[in-house]
């Protein structure tokens, strides 16, 4: 059964940076596309970077985009988020979870994701 496990967040200034991990166990990683979310206080989880098995295809959210790097290194089994020029309302708890698109391909639908991890949390406050 493929598993998720997050690593990487914390608490940083504005302006500052973290790179978060989504470490997979029980499945090769590299036929499944894969999102991170998040999920701020008292908020609807959004999807905000997918990227494809390959890792040729990525989507961003607006709101990330240039600020946000989503990458993978498959012989690690593992999707990285970076994320620099943190603000505030990036404060959330964010996951990943695995898509299993028919084509190199990746899509911002929550509901075509299963294998969810437990998330990491990330808070931006000064």
């Known amino acids: 059964q493929l598993q998720f496990v997050e690593s990487g967040g914390g608490l940083v200034q504005p302006g500052g940076s973290l790179r978060l991990s989504c470490a997979a166990s029980?499945?090769?990683?590299?036929?499944?596309?894969i999102a991170w979310f998040r999920q701020a206080p008292g908020k609807d989880r959004e999807a905000i970077a997918c990227i494809s098995r390959s890792g040729t295809v990525t989507h961003y959210i607006d709101s990330v985009k240039g600020r946000f790097t989503i990458s993978r290194d498959n012989a690690k089994n593992t999707v990285f988020l970076q994320m620099d020029s943190l603000q505030p309302e990036d404060t959330a708890v964010y996951s990943c979870?695995?898509?299993?698109?028919?084509?190199?391909?990746?899509?911002?639908?929550?509901?075509?994701?299963?294998?969810w991890g437990q998330g990491t949390q990330v808070t931006v406050s000064s």
């Open positions: 979870a695995a898509d299993s698109p028919a084509i190199d391909v990746c899509f911002f639908n929550a509901g075509r994701y299963d294998s």
């Open positions: 029980g499945f090769t990683l590299n036929v499944k596309s």
